[in-house]
């Protein structure tokens, strides 16, 4: 079947219609070979339009079966597809055409062989309503898509119709108040680079391509978190279309209750983000550091990082990764990122924390934008197949630190690559109280992100499993842009999942919005 496109001849063929650094992490060091390498949704830009139209659980989206209707509809006839495509401005591309195999992918390449109902590239906000229309009429999921990184394939699933954001991509500095409007197509390093520009920045995660709306919805962990809080901390208002169609504001008193989920409950649970307002601070030099351990040191880096990172300046960022490189050995570094001209002086307090004298040192500054593309490895990233998971501590005690080391210990046995990436949830992500957003997380010290590359997927997937069962108790859950197939929302909300899911019912209540998370 071709594309369907409101302004030229329809030729259909065919038939047959189907529905938040490893790889590009929050913190990725540009280090070490045996590392891989950010949505809640793509990178890329949009397909070209020719031929086309102006308990609760993660679910693999990769095996997801359609999704389940509420009501005696039928899934749309050819007609009704071409119909629907002469009512709105952008592409609508169905299975068997050439831009169709191109516009499903999505960043991690497992999800290659996934088979959306269509993949509609959206050009403005008045199409979203539409397409709610449509979805709730023929019982279709709608699977939002901004960079297209969700770690389960949530905006490629099987049998939805996808709304590709990316189209929605502009930014507007707002001088008056230093805030910034960012559409929801746009990319981590498009803002970085418009407001560099204007000597602004908010925090964000490291990897270029990831979309600002899913690492902002997820809650948005990243380098300048310490100091500035999460993504999701910097948001003041956000527009959305809602599954009936209506358009709103949602801010602190408008909407407010919708304003609290946008804020870390994830991605497809409330409505369709069109676009988001935040507020800036201001971009400065960067001095990043890069310290190198013995493998065998695993332990007391990590313990001894846990204890500086409580009390470190919050203009002191580091995270530790602990990497396989085969044989049961394991590279361990730790990446810092502080003011220009702080790198050494805070390096030199970490090592006192440490107590191990490292193998390799590394100092560096860079300009805000620079920094950015350092830590990102440029501005692109290259699509890859990748599996991760993730635990979130309250602490990081000798025990729970020797678990971490077995779990990567293992993986380096098996000869395949792997590794544990331990971020801070420290500074000023612990200011708003655990219920303050649907983020949960704002009284512990650290997120540990599983992540390994490539393919091997079931192997990686029972990896991350072992890995959760080593931790235990140590671990009080995961954080939601770090998604895994099979594990229980509360898991990602602890005590926040109650009034996230009243809300979900209350403005989804036929689920029309998929996320890969059941809420």
Known sequence: MTAITRRSALTLTGSGLVVALAGCNSSQPPV???????????SGGAGTPTARSSSSVATPSASASSPTTHAAVHKPTTQEWVDFAHTVQGPVDLPGSGPYNRTKLVFDTRYDSNRPAAVMVVERTADVARAMHFAA???????????????????????????DMRPMDGISYRASDRTVAVGTGATLYAVKKYLAARGRAIPTGTCPTVGVAGLTLGGGLGVESRAHGLTADRLTAAQLVLPDGRTVTADRTHHADIFWALRGGGGGNLGLVTSMRFATHAAGGQGIFTLTFPGSSAVRVMTGWA?????????????????????????????????????????????????????????????????????????????QGFTAGSDVLASVSTAAATAIEAAVIARSHTGRPGSALLDPLTGAVSDPGGAATAFPWRNHLASVQWYAGGTGYAAAQSWIADAH??????????????????????????????KLARLRHRYDPARRLHSGLVV
């Open 32 to 42: 070490t070979s045996t590392s891989a390498g950010t949505s809640t949704s793509g």
């Open 137 to 163: 009429q023929h019982g279709l999921q709608i699977a939002p898509r901004g960079g297209g990184h969700s770690y389960v394939g949530a905006s490629a699933a099987n049998g939805t119709l996808v709304l």
């Open 307 to 383: 204890q500086w990172i409580r009390t470190a300046a919050r203009s002191r960022w580091a995270g530790v990764h602990v990497d396989a490189i085969g044989g049961g050995n394991l590279h361990v570094s730790i990446l810092g990122v502080t003011n220009s001209g702080d790198e050494r002086a805070a390096a030199a307090s970490l090592l006192a924390a440490v107590g191990v004298t490292p193998t390799a040192t590394k100092y560096q500054q860079f300009s805000y934008l620079d920094a950015a593309l350092y830590l990102g490895g440029g501005s692109t990233s290259q699509r």
């Open 469 to 498: 069962r080593r931790l235990g108790a140590h671990s009080v859950g995961g954080y939601v842009n770090y998604l895994e197939t099979g594990q229980p929302a509360k898991r990602y909300y602890a005590g926040n999942l109650a």
